[in-house]
């Protein structure tokens, strides 16, 4: 357990996250006048992508897709993180982050896998059109392979789901307010997320441009880890 003698409200590592996320974005929108597209570049492309490369596996929770997708998940990282890190102390908190945001990737790039893989097997052919960028018109599984292979996926969002676990699990009877209204306990809201990701995951709707696996595999690593500490250590909580 980490001592500390006072509670930051931006402690080093969340500062330093912030920091980078906010100027990786910045970059982005700045270098698309020069024809550098570093969405393409640092997104986590799939294995079959002729753009994937090994080190998206870390850059693409560092990139966001929207000035409202990197509000959104720096806010959650701020609020919730906070907590963690001066709890925790600097280090364990990056260990339980970069876990979690390993561990979402490695989900999400499973699952995608796993429908790439069903999809092309009827239609080889079609995966061979996916590669080069390329689809039948008009034909919904040549599409959507197409969209599977060349989409990249960024964000912080499967490190954030697994923050807002951590929260729930050391602090379950805080209150948290939906929309600023609606009080809910951390326990409750936590477990109502984890539920609704895993539907709209499996409900798997080609219009719906969420990782949703993502989002649950930060939860479900940031668990194991949790229940390992908690195990190694028991005045973890």
């Known amino acids: 357990m980490y001592s500390s003698t006072s509670f930051s409200h931006l402690p080093e590592v969340i500062k330093n996250l912030l920091i ?19 969405t393409s570049l640092l ?17 693409h929770f560092f990139m966001h ?28 908190f990056l260990i339980y982050y970069m876990t979690t945001a390993l561990g979402a990737a490695l989900l999400h ?52 789901f697994g923050i807002l676990l951590a929260f729930g699990m050391l602090f379950p009877n805080t209150l948290l307010y939906v929309y600023f209204a609606i009080p809910i306990k951390a326990k409750y809201f936590v477990l109502m997320y984890g539920i609704l990701e895993l539907y709209l995951g499996l409900s798997n709707n080609p219009a719906d441009n969420v990782a949703h696996f993502a989002h649950l595999g930060g939860m479900i690593f940031g668990f194991i880890l949790l229940k390992y500490w908690q195990k190694n250590n028991r005045q973890f909580y």
């Open 109 to 160: 790039l499973l699952v995608s896998q796993y429908q790439i893989v069903d999809l092309s097997n009827n239609f080889p052919r079609f995966l061979e059109l996916a590669k080069d960028g390329l689809y039948n018109t008009g034909n919904e599984t040549s599409l959507r392979l197409t969209q599977l292979v060349n989409t990249p996926t960024v964000g912080a969002s499967g490190a954030v």
């Open 20 to 38: 980078i996320n906010c100027l990786l974005f910045l970059a982005t929108v700045s270098l698309e006048n020069y024809g550098i597209n570093l």
């Open 65 to 92: 897709g929207s000035l409202t997708h990197l509000f959104f998940n720096m806010f959650a990282l701020w609020m919730f993180g906070k907590t963690l890190e001066n709890v925790w102390g600097p280090k364990r």
């Open 43 to 59: 997104g986590l492309h799939q294995f079959q992508s002729p753009n994937f490369r090994p080190y998206q596996l870390i850059t």
